[in-house]
DNA sequence: AAGCAGTCTAGAATTATTCTAATCTTATGG
DNA sequence: CCATAAGATTAGAATAATTCTAGACTGCTT
C-alpha cells in the first residue's frame, strides 16, 4: 500500500516484461497477468485448468485457449517445462532448472525431489547425430 | 501350415489363455486376440490406436471400447505398463521388465535403453509410510 | 499517428477416452 | 450337459482435454 510497495510491484512488472522480452514475447496483458502467476512465486506444478481457475479467481480475464498458448509458447521458450503424468494428467512446472519427482498416485500430486537425492551414474549416448535434450526420472509413490 | 505347426500355434494359444487366467481375467474370444498382437511377439510399444489398426487389419473385430478396457486391465495385471510422454501421446509397453526409454521427439518413437546404458547411483527414500512403486527414465532427443 | 505482426477470444471442432445399458460369453457346479 | 451368474463386449452417447478458426485487438517500430 505504501509507495515502497508500490514501486516494488512495478519494479517486479518492468522484470517480468523483460523476462518475456528476452524470450521474444510481447508483454501482453493476459500474458503478464500469467507470467505473475507462473514466474514470480515459488516452483510450482500446475495445470491448464489450475492456472485458468487461478487466473479467473484473481479477476483476471483470460480465455483457456489463451491460457493453453501461453503455456505452450512460455514451454517452448523454456521458462517452463511439461511433465506428463498419464493420458489424463499433465503437469506444467515453473521450475526449469534441471531436476527430478515424485509422483503420489494416490492423490495424483507431483513433488520435486531434492537434486542430490537421485543421481544417474550412466546415461546412455544419443544415438546417431543426435542429442539428449533432456532427462527426466519420475519416481512413483503408491500413497 | 504343417501338423507341427498348428500344434505350435494351438500351444502358443493355450500359453496365452493361461496368461490371462494366472492374472484372474477370462481367455474371451477379444482378448485372446488381442493379447496374441500384443504378448506373442517381442516387446513393443502400443497406442490404443495403433492397436485398433492392428487388429482390424488383422480381421479381429473389436470395439475401440474393448481396445481401452483390454489394455487397462493388462496394465492392473502387471501384463503391460503404461508409459505417458506428452498429453497426446500414451503408449503401451509389453515389456514389462524394468527398463528406461529412449524418445525421439521428431517421429514420436519410444526406443528402449539397453539396461546397462542407464544407471541411478541413488534413489530417494519414498516418503513415510510410502512405498515406490516405479521409477521411470525418458531420455528425450532432439532428432 | 499508422501499420503490421503478433495476440486474444468465443465458439466450433477435433481427439482421446470413458460411460451406459443392452446383449453375449465364459466358468461353475449340479 | 445345462442353468446360472459373473464377467465381457459393443454401439453409440457423453465427457474431457485440447486445438482450430477467423475476426477483433494491441504492442512495437517507424
Ligand atoms: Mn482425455
Ligand atoms: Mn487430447
Ligand atoms: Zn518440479
Ligand atoms: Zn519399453
Same mark, same amino acid.
Given at each position: ?43 510450482? @506444478? ?23 498458448n501461453a503455456l505452450h509458447t512460455f514451454t517452448a521458450k523454456g521458462l517452463l517445462r511439461e511433465i506428463s503424468i498419464d493420458s489424463n ?9 534441471? @531436476? @527430478? ?43
Open positions: 500500500m505504501t509507495t515502497v510497495d508500490q514501486k516494488k510491484l512495478e519494479m517486479s512488472d518492468a522484470v517480468l516484461a523483460d523476462k518475456l522480452r528476452e524470450v521474444g514475447l510481447r508483454p501482453t496483458r493476459q500474458r503478464m497477468a500469467l507470467a505473475d502467476i507462473l514466474l514470480s512465486q515459488g516452483k510450482r @506444478h500446475i495445470t491448464a485448468e489450475s492456472l485458468y481457475s487461478e487466473a479467473t479467481s484473481q479477476g483476471v480475464n483470460v480465455s483457456l485457449a489463451t491460457i493453453y494428467r499433465s503437469y506444467f512446472d515453473t521450475n526449469t532448472e534441471e @531436476h @527430478h519427482h515424485f509422483y503420489f498416485e494416490k492423490s495424483g500430486k507431483l513433488e520435486d525431489i531434492e537434486p542430490d537425492h537421485v543421481k544417474l551414474a550412466r546415461v546412455p549416448d544419443a544415438p546417431d547425430g543426435m542429442s539428449i535434450s533432456r532427462v527426466d526420472v519420475v519416481i512413483r509413490v503408491d500413497g
